[in-house]
């Protein structure tokens, strides 16, 4: 059981990688991640963390436009509710406190803007 929050950038790395451990191996969302990153993961972990650093614990260390990367991707709501699943329960295993409250408030904001604009682009396309 979970008895502390996320306080460093160790905290982040432990949630960074044990939820993208489990979104590599799960049967929906896995297979979308895995065949962008080809090969890329270090990479793409490495952006993670300084991304939930800056966000979490605002040490500013991310710079960039979380969006654009995901634009395209052949994904939706379902994918969305998988990735929070994931997120969530990552969260919950591993922390308990404020910090890791916040961190499950920013992932379902994300994941609902990422969809809504997913689909506003999608039907922008088809006009």
């Known amino acids: 059981m979970a008895t502390q929050d996320i306080s460093s950038l160790g905290d982040i790395k432990l949630l ?25 993961w270090p990479e793409h972990l490495e952006k993670m963390y300084r991304f939930w650093q800056t966000i ?13 990367p995901h634009k395209q991707l052949p994904i939706d709501q ?3 509710d998988r990735w929070m699943e994931i997120f969530t329960s ?3 295993f591993l922390f308990v406190g404020k910090l890791a409250e ?3 408030v920013r992932a379902a904001n994300m994941a609902y803007m990422f969809n ?3 689909e506003y682009f999608r039907n922008a396309e088809k006009q």
């Open 16 to 40: 960074v990688n044990a939820f993208y451990a489990k979104v590599q191996d799960d049967d929906l969302i896995g297979p979308i991640f895995n065949q962008k990153m080809l090969g890329r």
């Open 90 to 92: 990552t969260v919950d």
């Open 116 to 118: 809504y604009k997913i």
């Open 56 to 68: 979490l614990l605002e040490e500013h260390t991310y710079s960039g436009s979380p969006f654009p």
């Open 102 to 104: 916040e961190a499950k």
């Open 78 to 80: 379902a994918h969305f």
